[in-house]
């Protein structure tokens, strides 16, 4: 079975400038999720997505970031203009159940800096 | 929130020796997940443990279970090199929030 795909690994880019991660996760999962892992500190969550829909985005910031998941199958997390302290790793993970009563697989992540 | 926290934040140990960690949340589970994650990877899952159950083992992994303290162990036991990662517990609720995690050294 093929595990949780994210793209780019490693993205370095000037404060001010936008940058997309790409995540597809396990065929059939139906809740989607981004994390936020800063050096040193465990992931926060971002965002989950339940099919295409929104369940929780409470911590995104919304003024600069944005993430989709179009027909409930892969999802972008978007920064735009992204700043200093958004320099982190972008973790997705996908759980086969709905809810939050299941495992979740990660992928490997989208290691972000921004100069 | 449903975050779980886990302490000691860091944790070294020796070839062999036994590993514990704990967790701790704030409210009512349905259950209570343990996380590994190696340096510059992923998390991988461990263990699930549901709140109707007290204990659970996987190999060389036990994890308890009170809920009515509100509380969590992951013992590893007789561990190896490669058990050097953080560890992360999660719990479901309305999301799945994790803490900062307890960094374990094991020194061959």
């Known amino acids: 079975e093929a595990g949780v795909a994210q793209s780019p690994r490693y993205k370095i880019i000037e404060k001010r400038q936008s940058v997309a991660f790409w995540c597809n996760p396990i065929?059939?999962?139906?809740?989607l999720y981004w994390y936020q892992q800063i050096l040193g500190q465990g992931p926060k969550l971002l965002i989950q997505?339940?099919?295409?829909?929104?369940?929780?985005d409470s911590q995104l910031p919304k003024d600069r970031f944005s993430a989709e998941r179009l027909k409930g199958v892969d999802s972008t997390l978007k920064i735009q203009p992204a700043k200093l302290e958004d320099s982190a790793v972008y973790l997705c993970?996908?759980?086969?159940?709905?809810?939050?009563?299941?495992?979740?697989?990660f992928g490997e992540g989208s290691r972000l800096t921004v100069l | 929130s449903q975050q779980g926290e886990e302490d000691p934040q860091a944790l070294s140990i020796q070839e062999g020796e036994n590993a514990t960690m704990n967790c701790s949340y704030k409210?009512?589970?349905?259950?209570l997940q343990w996380y590994r994650q190696n340096s510059g990877r992923g998390l991988v899952h461990l263990i699930l443990i549901r709140s109707n159950e007290r204990e659970k083992h996987s190999g060389r992994l036990r994890v308890t279970l009170d809920t009515s303290k509100k509380s969590s162990s992951l013992l590893i036991t007789a561990s190896r090199a490669a058990d050097t990662a953080s560890y992360f517990c999660?719990?479901?609720?309305?999301?799945?929030?994790f803490g900062a995690g307890t960094r374990l050294t094991v020194k061959p």
């Open positions: 065929s059939g999962h139906a809740t």
């Open positions: 999660a719990t479901d609720a309305r999301d799945m929030r």
């Open positions: 993970a996908s759980s086969l159940l709905r809810g939050n009563t299941g495992e979740l697989f």
């Open positions: 997505f339940q099919n295409n829909g929104v369940v929780d």
């Open positions: 409210t009512s589970i349905n259950n």
